[in-house]
């Protein structure tokens, strides 16, 4: 490896790892925390069949999967100014990642609650428990527990997926790599250096998914 | 009279399950539901605790009359917090301990303060014989123990009367022992028990009457001595005799 070279990759890599942690972790802990409660909300609504709004969830799942993230991207991005609504980069990214990954979440929430024997309900509402405080103390734990390792996977396909957000200029890891190389033209050593930092990352996320899959525990079995 | 059923009636999908079901309990009483499988034993006891809908019938509970298809949701609490049900397969809440099983319907459901719980819980526990298994999860415990963590906890809720819907049917025949123990322990104390059940020799020996029943109907009820004795109807003796050669 020449001098040059060299000595772009060790400028570029402390810059590229800045905008890792200042924006990119930062987006994905956003947009997951905003993904997670819509999904929690979107998943409780199917599984109580709330009329309506019920359907209006289908919808939203069928609309969101259905469609590209990057056209997502442009149309909130670029297409929402048209009639007046307007977002500055970073709230734009963190509103379309999450909502999309929203609706995949969604699913998996929904399938692990219904994946709750409905013995369980029927024994909570015989010693006299309410339909919330029994989804809250003894459905939802069951169902999270379950959902863990499928929500661990949003998450680490979130973090990848941010690269996008490159695309509507917000400022983040990749386009980071994007602008040095516009200076320097080194595409397979920077987007290499990019792809190396976002591999650690992730192996940070699922190492935490393995102490957070441990530490839930499993109700003393093998099945949760 | 404690309890007084009168004319219970389900269809699922136009197929007659409970077909006008009658039934009087008294204080003290352990009544025995009969019947070959598909008979709506059990659809009727749910019915009871309004885990199923029935489409019509009445029951009076301590004098109070409520209207089994058209209950509110605060009469239906209030028949729950006077009944507890023990279910086939336990039902243990599976991400709670043994003692945790118990006292989440004391906190949750009756408002009570922790400590307090947790001393009726252990009560309970001590009482089917699991007090040493405090902290062990459902899925730690055997069929059995699981089912008498289950009895703890219908004990706990201090009930008028405890519905149990084949609580032995689900465990290896090694286990059904203990539970029934349990059970007649729980009989001898007076405690008002409805059960289903295919256990013959606690029908005969700890049950103080029957109902027998046979294609959503009640064929015959009685006192179980006259029932075992001298069963009045050609489909009981039939029911008995089956029982008894398929044990031989």
Redesign the interface.
């Given at each position: 490896m020449d001098e040059r070279l060299w000595g772009i990759l060790t400028d570029s890599f402390p810059k590229m790892l800045e905008y890792g942690v200042k924006v990119t972790i930062p987006l994905t802990l956003l947009s997951f925390a905003l993904a997670f409660v819509v999904a929690l909300g979107v998943a409780l609504i199917q599984y109580a069949r709330v009329k309506v709004l019920r359907q209006i969830c289908r919808f939203y799942i069928w609309i969101t999967r259905g469609t590209p993230l990057l056209v997502q991207l442009y149309i909130v991005f670029y297409g929402l100014p048209k009639v007046g609504i307007m977002f500055d980069a970073f709230p734009a990214a963190v509103i379309v990642l999450g909502l999309n990954e929203a609706a995949y979440m969604a699913e998996t929430i929904r399938g692990t609650l219904e994946g709750v024997?409905k013995?369980?309900l029927?024994?909570?509402?015989?010693?006299?428990?309410t339909w919330p405080?029994i989804m809250w103390?003894?459905v939802l734990?069951?169902a999270m527990?379950t959902a863990f390792p499928a929500l661990s996977n949003s998450m680490i396909a979130m973090l990848k997926e941010t690269s996008m957000a490159a695309t509507i200029t917000v400022m983040e890891l990749f386009r980071q790599a994007q602008v040095i190389n516009g200076r320097v033209y080194e595409p397979l050593a920077l987007y290499l250096e990019a792809a190396l930092i976002y591999l650690i990352f992730c192996t940070i996320l699922t190492f935490l998914q393995h102490r957070g899959e441990k530490r839930l525990g499993?109700?003393?079995?093998?099945?949760? | 009279m404690m309890l007084e059923i009168r004319n219970v009636k389900k269809n699922f999908d136009g197929h007659t399950v409970l077909d006008g079901i009658d039934l009087d309990v008294q204080k003290g009483d352990v009544t025995a539901i009969l019947g070959p499988s598909g008979s709506g034993k059990t659809t009727f006891l749910r019915c009871l605790n309004f885990l199923e809908r029935a489409d019509s019938g009445t029951m009076v509970f301590d004098g109070e009359r409520f209207d089994m298809h058209n209950a509110k949701k605060a009469e239906i609490a209030r028949v729950r917090k006077k009944t507890a049900f023990v279910f086939q397969n336990y039902n243990l809440f599976l991400n709670k301990t043994a003692l945790q099983n118990v006292t989440l319907g004391l906190t949750s459901g009756l408002g009570m303060k922790k400590e307090e719980a947790e001393e009726r819980a252990l009560k309970a526990l001590e009482k089917v014989g699991m007090a040493d298994r405090l902290k062990h999860y459902p899925n730690q415990l055997s069929g059995g123990q699981q089912q008498r963590v289950a009895i703890a906890r219908a004990l706990a809720m201090q009930p008028e009367i405890i519905y149990f819907d084949e609580p032995t049917s689900a465990l290896d025949p090694e286990l059904i022992g203990e539970v029934l123990s349990v059970m007649r322990e729980l009989a001898e104390e007076g405690m008002t028990m409805l059960v289903v059940t295919h256990e013959m020799d606690f029908a005969r020996n700890v049950s103080s009457q029957v109902l027998f029943m046979d294609g959503g109907k009640v064929i015959e009820s009685g006192p179980s001595k006259e029932f075992f004795a001298a069963p009045k109807q050609e489909r009981s003796r039939e029911f008995i005799r089956a029982i008894r050669e398929a044990r031989e």
């Amino acid at each position: 490896m020449d001098e040059r070279l060299w000595g772009i990759l060790t400028d570029s890599f402390p810059k590229m790892l800045e905008y890792g942690v200042k924006v990119t972790i930062p987006l994905t802990l956003l947009s997951f925390a905003l993904a997670f409660v819509v999904a929690l909300g979107v998943a409780l609504i199917q599984y109580a069949r709330v009329k309506v709004l019920r359907q209006i969830c289908r919808f939203y799942i069928w609309i969101t999967r259905g469609t590209p993230l990057l056209v997502q991207l442009y149309i909130v991005f670029y297409g929402l100014p048209k009639v007046g609504i307007m977002f500055d980069a970073f709230p734009a990214a963190v509103i379309v990642l999450g909502l999309n990954e929203a609706a995949y979440m969604a699913e998996t929430i929904r399938g692990t609650l219904e994946g709750v024997s409905k013995g369980q309900l029927e024994a909570g509402l015989c010693v006299g428990m309410t339909w919330p405080k029994i989804m809250w103390h003894v459905v939802l734990p069951q169902a999270m527990r379950t959902a863990f390792p499928a929500l661990s996977n949003s998450m680490i396909a979130m973090l990848k997926e941010t690269s996008m957000a490159a695309t509507i200029t917000v400022m983040e890891l990749f386009r980071q790599a994007q602008v040095i190389n516009g200076r320097v033209y080194e595409p397979l050593a920077l987007y290499l250096e990019a792809a190396l930092i976002y591999l650690i990352f992730c192996t940070i996320l699922t190492f935490l998914q393995h102490r957070g899959e441990k530490r839930l525990g499993s109700y003393g079995g093998t099945k949760a | 009279m404690m309890l007084e059923i009168r004319n219970v009636k389900k269809n699922f999908d136009g197929h007659t399950v409970l077909d006008g079901i009658d039934l009087d309990v008294q204080k003290g009483d352990v009544t025995a539901i009969l019947g070959p499988s598909g008979s709506g034993k059990t659809t009727f006891l749910r019915c009871l605790n309004f885990l199923e809908r029935a489409d019509s019938g009445t029951m009076v509970f301590d004098g109070e009359r409520f209207d089994m298809h058209n209950a509110k949701k605060a009469e239906i609490a209030r028949v729950r917090k006077k009944t507890a049900f023990v279910f086939q397969n336990y039902n243990l809440f599976l991400n709670k301990t043994a003692l945790q099983n118990v006292t989440l319907g004391l906190t949750s459901g009756l408002g009570m303060k922790k400590e307090e719980a947790e001393e009726r819980a252990l009560k309970a526990l001590e009482k089917v014989g699991m007090a040493d298994r405090l902290k062990h999860y459902p899925n730690q415990l055997s069929g059995g123990q699981q089912q008498r963590v289950a009895i703890a906890r219908a004990l706990a809720m201090q009930p008028e009367i405890i519905y149990f819907d084949e609580p032995t049917s689900a465990l290896d025949p090694e286990l059904i022992g203990e539970v029934l123990s349990v059970m007649r322990e729980l009989a001898e104390e007076g405690m008002t028990m409805l059960v289903v059940t295919h256990e013959m020799d606690f029908a005969r020996n700890v049950s103080s009457q029957v109902l027998f029943m046979d294609g959503g109907k009640v064929i015959e009820s009685g006192p179980s001595k006259e029932f075992f004795a001298a069963p009045k109807q050609e489909r009981s003796r039939e029911f008995i005799r089956a029982i008894r050669e398929a044990r031989e």
